[in-house]
Protein backbone atom coordinates (compact mmCIF):
# COMPACT_ATOMS: atom_id res chain seq x y z
CA UNK A 1 0.00 0.00 0.00
CA UNK A 2 1.56 3.64 -1.08
CA UNK A 3 0.43 6.50 1.75
CA UNK A 4 2.13 9.90 0.81
CA UNK A 5 2.43 12.82 3.14
CA UNK A 6 2.67 16.47 2.53
CA UNK A 7 4.66 18.27 5.50
CA UNK A 8 4.38 22.09 5.38
CA UNK A 9 5.64 25.10 7.69
CA UNK A 10 3.43 26.59 10.11
CA UNK A 11 1.97 29.98 9.55
CA UNK A 12 4.23 31.73 11.50
CA UNK A 13 7.77 30.67 10.73
CA UNK A 14 9.73 32.49 8.32
CA UNK A 15 10.34 30.64 5.12
CA UNK A 16 13.06 32.01 3.38
CA UNK A 17 13.46 29.63 0.72
CA UNK A 18 9.34 30.61 -0.42
CA UNK A 19 10.59 33.54 -0.14
CA UNK A 20 13.25 33.48 -2.85
CA UNK A 21 11.07 31.47 -4.94
CA UNK A 22 7.99 33.66 -4.74
CA UNK A 23 10.47 36.81 -5.87
CA UNK A 24 11.51 34.70 -9.05
CA UNK A 25 8.37 33.83 -9.96
CA UNK A 26 7.53 37.83 -9.74
CA UNK A 27 11.10 38.59 -12.03
CA UNK A 28 9.83 35.76 -14.80
CA UNK A 29 6.52 37.56 -14.80
CA UNK A 30 4.38 35.83 -12.32
CA UNK A 31 2.88 39.15 -10.74
CA UNK A 32 -0.37 37.48 -9.30
CA UNK A 33 1.58 35.19 -6.58
CA UNK A 34 0.88 36.36 -3.42
CA UNK A 35 3.11 34.12 -1.01
CA UNK A 36 5.07 30.52 -1.85
CA UNK A 37 5.90 28.45 1.05
CA UNK A 38 7.96 25.27 0.09
CA UNK A 39 6.86 22.30 1.76
CA UNK A 40 8.52 18.65 1.44
CA UNK A 41 5.93 15.37 -0.42
CA UNK A 42 7.29 11.85 1.03
CA UNK A 43 5.16 8.68 -0.38
CA UNK A 44 6.12 5.51 1.56
CA UNK A 45 5.30 2.13 0.19
CA UNK A 46 3.99 -0.19 3.45
CA UNK A 47 3.45 -4.04 3.31
CA UNK A 48 0.46 -3.34 5.79
CA UNK A 49 -2.49 -3.47 3.54
CA UNK A 50 -5.12 -2.62 5.87
CA UNK A 51 -5.69 1.47 5.02
CA UNK A 52 -6.51 2.37 8.95
CA UNK A 53 -3.45 0.75 10.09
CA UNK A 54 -1.02 1.89 7.78
CA UNK A 55 -2.33 5.74 7.89
CA UNK A 56 -2.36 5.41 11.90
CA UNK A 57 1.89 3.58 11.50
CA UNK A 58 2.39 6.54 9.21
CA UNK A 59 0.75 8.98 11.25
CA UNK A 60 3.55 7.71 14.05
CA UNK A 61 6.48 8.30 11.88
CA UNK A 62 5.29 12.06 11.35
CA UNK A 63 4.74 12.52 14.61
CA UNK A 64 8.16 10.95 15.77
CA UNK A 65 10.19 11.52 12.50
CA UNK A 66 9.32 12.84 8.92
CA UNK A 67 7.67 16.28 10.63
CA UNK A 68 8.86 18.66 13.75
CA UNK A 69 5.78 19.69 15.15
CA UNK A 70 7.36 22.96 16.39
CA UNK A 71 7.34 24.21 13.10
CA UNK A 72 5.56 21.66 10.69
CA UNK A 73 2.17 20.30 10.36
CA UNK A 74 2.07 17.06 7.88
CA UNK A 75 -1.07 15.80 6.28
CA UNK A 76 -1.26 12.31 4.97
CA UNK A 77 -2.95 12.56 1.75
CA UNK A 78 -4.16 9.44 0.69
CA UNK A 79 -3.76 5.78 0.63
CA UNK A 80 -3.93 3.56 -2.28
CA UNK B 1 37.65 14.23 34.38
CA UNK B 2 36.73 12.53 31.80
CA UNK B 3 34.67 13.18 28.42
CA UNK B 4 33.15 11.71 25.43
CA UNK B 5 32.35 12.82 21.98
CA UNK B 6 30.32 11.18 19.89
CA UNK B 7 30.60 10.62 16.42
CA UNK B 8 28.00 10.29 13.86
CA UNK B 9 28.38 9.36 9.89
CA UNK B 10 29.18 13.10 8.87
CA UNK B 11 30.90 14.53 12.02
CA UNK B 12 33.88 16.60 10.96
CA UNK B 13 34.01 18.60 14.30
CA UNK B 14 34.51 15.53 16.14
CA UNK B 15 38.52 15.41 16.44
CA UNK B 16 38.62 19.18 16.89
CA UNK B 17 37.03 18.41 19.81
CA UNK B 18 38.86 15.40 21.11
CA UNK B 19 41.93 18.07 20.70
CA UNK B 20 40.66 20.74 22.59
CA UNK B 21 39.34 18.49 25.39
CA UNK B 22 42.42 16.66 25.65
CA UNK B 23 44.42 20.04 25.30
CA UNK B 24 42.50 21.18 28.79
CA UNK B 25 43.10 17.80 30.37
CA UNK B 26 39.92 15.74 29.77
CA UNK B 27 40.74 11.87 29.29
CA UNK B 28 38.22 11.64 26.22
CA UNK B 29 36.98 9.11 24.65
CA UNK B 30 35.25 9.19 20.69
CA UNK B 31 32.11 7.31 20.86
CA UNK B 32 30.54 5.68 17.52
CA UNK B 33 26.80 6.19 16.99
CA UNK B 34 25.97 2.91 16.73
CA UNK B 35 27.42 1.73 19.81
CA UNK B 36 24.81 1.20 22.30
CA UNK B 37 26.67 1.56 25.61
CA UNK B 38 28.23 5.19 26.61
CA UNK B 39 31.71 4.60 28.47
CA UNK B 40 32.04 6.08 31.97
CA UNK B 41 32.07 9.71 31.36
CA UNK B 42 31.66 13.65 32.94
CA UNK B 43 30.39 15.22 30.04
CA UNK B 44 29.46 14.08 26.88
CA UNK B 45 29.64 16.30 23.76
CA UNK B 46 27.67 15.84 20.15
CA UNK B 47 30.52 17.38 17.98
CA UNK B 48 29.57 19.83 14.91
CA UNK B 49 29.21 18.61 11.46
CA UNK B 50 26.70 17.21 8.76
CA UNK B 51 25.69 14.20 10.51
CA UNK B 52 23.60 12.14 7.82
CA UNK B 53 24.42 14.48 5.41
CA UNK B 54 21.68 17.17 6.70
CA UNK B 55 19.12 15.26 5.25
CA UNK B 56 15.25 15.64 6.19
CA UNK B 57 16.47 18.04 8.99
CA UNK B 58 19.68 18.78 10.03
CA UNK B 59 20.08 17.00 13.29
CA UNK B 60 16.74 14.52 12.95
CA UNK B 61 18.47 11.41 11.84
CA UNK B 62 21.22 11.79 14.19
CA UNK B 63 18.56 12.57 16.73
CA UNK B 64 17.90 8.60 16.40
CA UNK B 65 20.56 6.88 16.63
CA UNK B 66 21.20 3.70 18.92
CA UNK B 67 23.83 5.72 20.97
CA UNK B 68 21.57 8.47 21.42
CA UNK B 69 18.80 6.59 23.95
CA UNK B 70 22.01 6.05 26.29
CA UNK B 71 23.00 9.99 25.54
CA UNK B 72 19.38 11.22 26.23
CA UNK B 73 19.02 8.68 29.62
CA UNK B 74 22.43 10.22 30.67
CA UNK B 75 20.85 13.69 30.02
CA UNK B 76 17.72 13.06 31.78
CA UNK B 77 19.78 12.04 35.00
CA UNK B 78 21.80 14.91 35.42
CA UNK B 79 24.63 13.95 33.46
CA UNK B 80 26.50 16.91 31.84
CA UNK B 81 25.88 16.92 27.52
CA UNK B 82 26.64 19.94 25.30
CA UNK B 83 25.92 19.86 21.32
CA UNK B 84 28.08 22.23 19.07
CA UNK B 85 26.78 23.52 16.04
CA UNK B 86 25.32 20.28 14.60
CA UNK B 87 25.37 19.06 17.79
CA UNK B 88 22.77 21.47 19.20
CA UNK B 89 20.60 20.87 16.17
CA UNK B 90 20.92 16.95 17.36
CA UNK B 91 19.64 18.18 20.42
CA UNK B 92 16.71 20.03 19.61
CA UNK B 93 15.64 17.19 17.61
CA UNK B 94 16.20 14.93 20.75
CA UNK B 95 13.64 17.35 22.43
CA UNK B 96 16.27 18.06 24.86
CA UNK B 97 16.34 21.27 24.63
CA UNK B 98 13.60 23.38 23.52
CA UNK B 99 13.08 25.27 19.79
CA UNK B 100 14.28 24.24 16.39
CA UNK B 101 16.98 25.90 14.51
CA UNK B 102 16.35 26.95 10.96
CA UNK B 103 17.57 27.89 7.87
CA UNK B 104 19.69 31.09 7.95
CA UNK B 105 17.50 34.17 7.80
CA UNK B 106 19.37 35.49 4.24
CA UNK B 107 19.91 31.81 3.13
CA UNK B 108 23.88 32.04 3.08
CA UNK B 109 26.24 29.89 4.75
CA UNK B 110 27.77 31.67 6.97
CA UNK B 111 31.54 31.20 8.64
CA UNK B 112 33.18 33.69 10.46
CA UNK B 113 33.76 35.15 14.18
CA UNK B 114 30.84 36.42 16.11
CA UNK B 115 30.95 37.65 19.61
CA UNK B 116 28.68 36.36 22.42
CA UNK B 117 27.54 37.65 25.42
CA UNK B 118 27.13 34.87 28.48
CA UNK B 119 23.43 35.23 29.67
CA UNK B 120 23.45 33.09 32.74
CA UNK B 121 26.57 31.85 34.70
CA UNK B 122 24.80 30.36 37.39
CA UNK B 123 25.54 26.46 35.60
CA UNK B 124 28.22 24.52 35.67
CA UNK B 125 29.29 25.56 32.23
CA UNK B 126 29.79 29.38 32.85
CA UNK B 127 30.00 29.71 36.30
CA UNK B 128 32.95 31.29 37.24
CA UNK B 129 34.02 32.54 33.87
CA UNK B 130 35.94 35.90 34.01
CA UNK B 131 34.55 37.26 31.34
CA UNK B 132 30.98 38.41 30.07
CA UNK B 133 31.57 38.64 26.36
CA UNK B 134 33.35 35.18 23.99
CA UNK B 135 34.83 35.22 20.83
CA UNK B 136 33.89 32.29 18.96
CA UNK B 137 33.31 31.03 15.21
CA UNK B 138 30.41 30.00 13.77
CA UNK B 139 30.00 27.87 10.31
CA UNK B 140 26.27 26.89 9.95
CA UNK B 141 23.40 27.10 7.41
CA UNK B 142 20.70 26.36 9.67
CA UNK B 143 21.71 28.76 12.98
CA UNK B 144 18.49 30.51 12.78
CA UNK B 145 17.06 29.91 16.72
CA UNK B 146 13.08 29.92 16.83
CA UNK B 147 10.54 28.80 18.65
CA UNK B 148 7.39 29.75 19.67
CA UNK B 149 6.03 32.48 21.82
CA UNK B 150 4.86 29.83 24.92
CA UNK B 151 8.18 28.02 24.13
CA UNK B 152 10.37 31.78 24.46
CA UNK B 153 8.41 32.64 27.36
CA UNK B 154 9.11 29.56 29.52
CA UNK B 155 12.85 29.57 28.17
CA UNK B 156 13.18 32.94 29.67
CA UNK B 157 11.34 32.58 32.70
CA UNK B 158 13.50 29.96 34.00
CA UNK B 159 16.92 31.21 32.47
CA UNK B 160 17.37 28.90 29.94
CA UNK B 161 19.10 31.52 27.42
CA UNK B 162 22.77 30.89 27.63
CA UNK B 163 24.52 33.12 24.91
CA UNK B 164 23.32 35.91 22.95
CA UNK B 165 25.19 37.30 19.84
CA UNK B 166 26.27 40.20 20.29
CA UNK B 167 29.50 43.14 19.27
CA UNK B 168 32.30 43.02 21.21
CA UNK B 169 31.53 45.24 23.81
CA UNK B 170 28.62 42.59 24.96
CA UNK B 171 25.64 44.87 23.24
CA UNK B 172 22.93 42.74 22.01
CA UNK B 173 21.55 44.45 19.06
CA UNK B 174 19.56 42.84 15.90
CA UNK B 175 22.51 43.74 13.43
CA UNK B 176 24.81 41.81 15.40
CA UNK B 177 22.64 39.00 14.61
CA UNK B 178 24.03 37.12 11.82
CA UNK B 179 21.07 34.48 11.58
CA UNK B 180 18.05 35.34 12.22
CA UNK B 181 17.61 34.13 15.41
CA UNK B 182 14.88 35.18 17.93
CA UNK B 183 16.07 37.27 20.56
CA UNK B 184 19.66 36.49 19.23
CA UNK B 185 19.87 33.83 20.89
CA UNK B 186 22.78 31.76 19.80
CA UNK B 187 22.84 29.02 22.57
CA UNK B 188 20.18 27.44 25.17
CA UNK B 189 20.19 24.93 28.33
CA UNK B 190 17.53 22.48 29.15
CA UNK B 191 15.87 23.08 32.20
CA UNK B 192 17.98 21.77 34.47
CA UNK B 193 21.40 23.46 33.10
CA UNK B 194 23.36 20.26 32.50
CA UNK B 195 22.55 20.40 29.19
CA UNK B 196 24.13 23.20 26.77
CA UNK B 197 23.46 23.76 23.04
CA UNK B 198 24.90 26.32 21.21
CA UNK B 199 25.70 27.49 17.30
CA UNK B 200 29.05 28.63 18.05
CA UNK B 201 32.50 26.48 18.17
CA UNK B 202 34.77 27.13 21.17
CA UNK B 203 36.91 24.35 20.24
CA UNK B 204 38.01 26.47 17.20
CA UNK B 205 39.08 29.19 19.48
CA UNK B 206 41.85 27.62 21.93
CA UNK B 207 45.17 29.01 19.41
CA UNK B 208 46.38 32.20 19.96
CA UNK B 209 48.36 31.49 16.86
CA UNK B 210 45.65 30.38 14.49
CA UNK B 211 42.60 32.13 16.24
CA UNK B 212 41.78 33.56 19.58
CA UNK B 213 41.67 32.00 22.69
CA UNK B 214 37.91 32.64 24.07
CA UNK B 215 38.05 29.29 23.39
CA UNK B 216 40.56 28.35 25.95
CA UNK B 217 39.08 30.37 28.40
CA UNK B 218 35.59 28.45 28.24
CA UNK B 219 37.73 25.12 28.57
CA UNK B 220 39.60 26.02 31.24
CA UNK B 221 36.69 27.26 33.19
CA UNK B 222 34.64 24.11 32.29
CA UNK B 223 37.18 22.07 33.62
CA UNK B 224 37.14 23.97 36.59
CA UNK B 225 34.06 23.87 37.29
CA UNK B 226 34.08 19.69 36.98
CA UNK B 227 37.20 19.65 39.42
Known sequence: MKISVIITLKKDVLDPQGKVIHQTLDGMGFNDVD?????KYFEINTKENDPKKAKDKVEEMCKK???????????IIDAQ | MKSAVITFPGSNCDRDMDVALKQFGFKNKMVWHNDVELPKTDLIVLPGGFSY???????????????????INFANSGGMVMGICNGFQILVETGLVPGVL????????????VFVKIKNKKNIFFKNIDTDVLEFHIAHNEGN????????????????VAINYCDKNGKIEEQFNP???????????NKE?????????????????????????FFNNLMNNLK
Open chain 1, 65 to 75: LLANLVIENYK
Open chain 2, 53 to 71: GDYLRCGSMASKSKIMKSV
Open chain 2, 179 to 189: NGSIKNIAGIF
Open chain 2, 102 to 113: LRNKYLEFICKN
Open chain 1, 35 to 39: EVRQG
Open chain 2, 145 to 160: YFCTKDQLKEIEDNEQ
Open chain 2, 193 to 217: KNVLGMMPHPERMIDNFLSGEDGSL
